[in-house]
């Protein structure tokens, strides 16, 4: 049957027009349901400022609000504030808030509430991890009920690096809220004791069963967030997991074990699995001092009686290890040989694999310039931890290396809390395989790797490596902290003070049918855009 | 009888305080102390002093142990140094998804060892015999996580997720928290393969013990006698012998909670379940001192109850055994 061409000409309108609004409406946001997530390791506990672990802080983002979020391509978004100016000499930084942004128990989220909760960070009673990246600051005031402005001693560069993404980023906390509960109400999630202004409230947390957050209605973005509920379970085992995903008991894990990443695409093959490049570095560390007087943690220091000697650190670190070939055992070629502190995906990142190119003839001779050779054989042990069994493999493949140019390396596996004992307690230790923490910047490494934090476990006493860090932080121009963030680089690989192995490959899974989710590694976890297409 | 067992439940309180004194020093004398998870990002030394100060973890350990018990004494289990939580709720709310999985695979153990240990003993030295050894001798060799590997491959690969490969799913009535998935047949769901995993073991175990009380008992001349007066097989063998061939049995299971507790452990983390075994396997793994005591102190305190039920239950199978 022919039509009339003035029908004709109407359904080819009316079909160019579904065309053209069907997708749309198929990705058109669905609202409700709950969104099943698998954690691979427990939530320490819920004071946010203070909980140590990832999976504390993807369950501190989606119940707190911050001030500025950062998007994968770094640019920087308002979160509770709508707008910001930094002064043009660093040292002032002025947030305007949005109106009508809510904490969970009503109150308003105000100038004064960023105040107290930055004071609060800054407070050494307070015992935050973030303490030390505060320290740039000088003072916070309040201008009026929707302005508060931060007043720096120094230029900070990263300053907006840190509010969004160093950790948790700022969580903002509720005054009245904090007050009226303890610190351990808070720790144990008890009702209305963890208060933030984000997208999701906590419903209920029982240790080493799940964590419920609900939708919080009065979120300050409207329509936001689509789930009804999130619900976290702790599942270690990653077989165990991935059954559950297979089975589709769970629609996301948010760390997914990186040597199964192959058998999931066989398994499920419609599971969207995100990943990008490493931010996280693997690194075989090795410890350059020891307590002069036998004391742990004595600022008399003395060459550890192996790797004190900057010869034997580059005959082992630099010239006798085989990055490569570790990075095709170990992750099967899922990883990026790295020389280099900063990973290939943070910010400022330089390629110096040159500078230490696997050459076991050179080790040998080193070795052998510093007194190692047949008569007298190097020998060291190798501490891995048991939290990732890439790590024993990495030391595995280490030995191997060593023995190739007449060492002996002793592996010693422990579990988590003994090898935190040992390397923050400057115990005996002469090598550890560990990949330690994801890092935005290069800055946000400097309390791994200066010369007087806690955490840098090698307790080298370089002074020169606190100039380089607080010369990258101050400089504005981000032309000059290239080339700065390039020297620091260099002067680690020289000096083996950390001794990289190659980036740590992190990855997220999710079910087809979960929409919506912006990957940006571990910084930014956000489940208010996510909605369920079922 | 009741001396008796007023002697042995007052047995019970020093093999407990016992247990839990030899946990607690053992935990000690262990590498590591929790403090540095707690403080993690923010350790530093001086803060850790402190720490150690608030909690007590500076005294000699007699004196914390003296101090954990004056607590107990109170009803107070104390509370989890990492996440501030009770202990006491924790158990609570953990016990019942450990107890029903050790229950159910008990029950599946002797479902599975006592038809076996009968076939094997009625026809000693057939292919039925052999048969059932070497599958108990298999069982005996398989560990839990492997045969837990293995069922989840089988039945929540294989099969399409026929049964769930993680979580728990409460019985109608008995949720402890705010929430839960609570339903019948998704309980069952949800136990039978780590139940199964962790029986098969018990099962093969008590199969071949069974098996030799069977042999033992069948040869002996009240049985011969029960027969020659023309009882039937049926009887002769269930009523007579098996009763009293249970008896060693009986003890062994008895015993065998100790390893069922411990099964637990990796089953319960294989399964994800939120129960006493993982709960127990974290307390260890953090150095959570308040949170292992609370778990050796309720597991202690099941083991010599059971083993406590255990030795009553002999009257039953043999009336001769008096207690005084």
């Not at chain 2, 935990?27 to 402190?50: F, N, Q």
Request: charged content about 20%; aromatic content about 10%; hydrophobic content about 45%.
């Amino acid at each position: 049957m022919r039509l009339p061409a003035r029908s004709s000409a109407l359904a080819t309108l009316l079909t160019f027009a579904w065309v053209l609004v069907a997708p749309a409406d198929a990705q058109a946001p669905k609202r409700g349901g709950t969104l099943r997530v698998s954690y691979g390791n427990e939530i320490a506990h819920l004071d946010f400022h203070t909980a140590p672990g990832y999976e504390m802080m993807w369950v501190a983002m989606n119940i707190g609000c911050g001030l500025v979020n950062i998007t994968p391509d770094g640019r920087f978004v308002g979160d509770a504030a709508e707008s910001w100016q930094v002064a043009p000499d660093g040292l002032l930084y002025t947030f305007k808030l949005k109106k009508s942004v809510l904490f969970h128990d009503g109150t308003a989220v105000d100038a004064a509430s960023v105040k107290f909760s930055i004071d609060r960070l800054m407070d050494p009673n307070t015992k935050s991890g973030m303490r030390s990246f505060y320290e740039s600051i000088h003072s916070v005031e309040v201008l009026d009920p929707l302005t508060v402005q931060i007043r720096l001693k120094h230029p900070y560069a990263f300053m907006l690096h840190m509010l969004a993404a160093y950790r948790t980023g700022l969580v903002l906390y509720s005054p009245t809220a904090t007050q009226k509960f303890s610190l351990e109400d808070r720790k144990q999630g008890k009702p209305g004791a963890v208060v933030g202004c984000g997208p999701f409230k906590l419903v209920e947390w029982v240790k080493g069963s799940h964590l419920v957050m609900d939708r919080f209605d009065k979120y300050f973005v409207a329509g936001q967030p689509y789930l009804d509920r999130v619900m976290i379970r702790v599942i270690k085992d990653p077989v165990a997991e991935m059954a559950a995903f297979k089975a589709g008991e769970i629609d996301f894990i948010a760390s997914f074990s990186p040597e199964h990443v192959d058998n999931l695409k066989v398994q499920a093959p419609k599971a969207q699995i995100m990943t990008g490049k490493e931010t996280t570095p693997m690194l075989a560390a090795m410890k350059v001092t020891v307590p002069a007087d036998g004391k742990p943690m004595s600022k008399e220091r003395k060459p550890h009686p192996i790797f004190g000697d900057l010869k034997v650190r580059k005959a082992v670190g630099c010239y006798g290890i085989d990055r490569k070939e570790i990075v095709k055992i170990a992750f099967k070629g899922q990883a990026t040989p790295w020389v280099g502190m900063n990973p290939p995906g943070t910010l400022d990142t330089v390629d110096v694999n040159h500078l230490c190119p696997y050459d076991p003839a050179k080790a040998k001779a080193m070795l052998a310039e510093a007194g190692y050779g047949p008569s007298k054989p190097l020998t060291f042990d190798i501490i891995a931890d048991n939290e990732k069994s890439v790590f024993n493999v990495i030391a595995t493949v280490i030995k191997e290396q060593m023995a190739r140019l007449g060492a002996t390396a002793n592996i010693r596996v422990v579990d988590k809390v003994s090898w935190m004992n040992t390397t923050l307690q400057d115990g005996p230790w002469d090598m550890y395989v560990e990949d330690l923490l994801s890092l935005i910047t290069l800055d946000s490494n400097g309390y791994l790797s200066n010369s007087s934090s806690t955490w840098s476990h090698p307790r080298h006493n370089d002074k020169r490596t606190d100039e380089l860090y607080a010369r990258y932080a101050r400089e504005l121009d981000p032309a000059k902290r290239k080339a700065i963030a390039k020297e620091i680089q260099e002067f680690f690989v020289e000096n083996m003070y950390w001794n990289n192995i190659s980036g740590s490959p992190f990855y997220m899974v999710a079910q087809p049918w979960m929409k919506g989710y912006t990957y940006n590694a571990e910084f930014e976890v956000h489940y208010h855009t996510v909605w369920l297409d079922k | 009888m009741r001396v008796y067992l007023l002697r042995r439940l007052l047995h019970i309180v020093p093999t407990v305080l016992m247990i839990t004194l030899v946990v607690f020093v053992m935990m000690r004398s262990v590498p590591g102390d929790p403090v540095v998870a707690l403080l993690g990002d923010a350790y530093t030394e001086e803060d850790a002093v402190k720490v150690r100060e608030v909690y007590g973890l500076d005294k000699p350990v007699l004196v914390q142990y003296v101090i954990w018990l004056g607590k107990l004494v109170r009803g107070d289990w104390g509370a989890s140094i990492l996440s501030g939580r009770p202990v006491l709720q924790d158990v609570l709310v953990r016990l019942p998804v450990t107890l029903e999985l050790i229950l159910l695979s008990m029950a599946i153990a002797l479902a599975i060892a006592i038809p076996a240990a009968l076939i094997g003993a009625l026809r000693q030295n057939t292919w039925a015999d052999y048969t059932a050894t070497s599958v108990a001798m298999i069982g005996v060799s398989i560990p839990e996580f492997f045969i837990g590997v293995l069922l989840l491959l089988v039945f929540s690969f294989g099969l399409n997720g026929f049964l769930p490969s993680s979580g728990w799913v409460y019985l109608p009535g008995t949720c402890p928290m705010m929430v839960c998935g609570v339903s019948l047949w998704g309980n069952v769901q949800h136990v039978l393969m780590p139940a199964i995993a962790l029986g098969v073991g018990r099962a093969a175990i008590l199969t071949r013990l069974l098996r030799s009380s069977m042999l033992e008992v069948i040869r002996s001349e009240y049985v011969t006698t029960a027969r020659a007066k023309g009882l039937s097989e049926r009887p002769v063998v269930l009523k007579h012998a098996l009763k009293n061939a249970l008896i060693p049995t009986v003890t062994v299971m008895g015993l065998q909670v100790g390893f069922l507790i411990g099964g637990a452990i990796v089953v319960e983390t294989l399964f994800a379940m939120p129960g006493l075994g993982t709960f127990g396997i974290d307390a260890i793994i953090a150095r959570d001192y308040q949170q292992v005591q609370g778990f050796a102190l309720i597991t202690a305190f099941a083991f010599v109850v059971i083993n406590l039920l255990v030795d009553l239950t002999y009257t039953f199978l043999d009336p001769r055994i008096r207690y005084a």
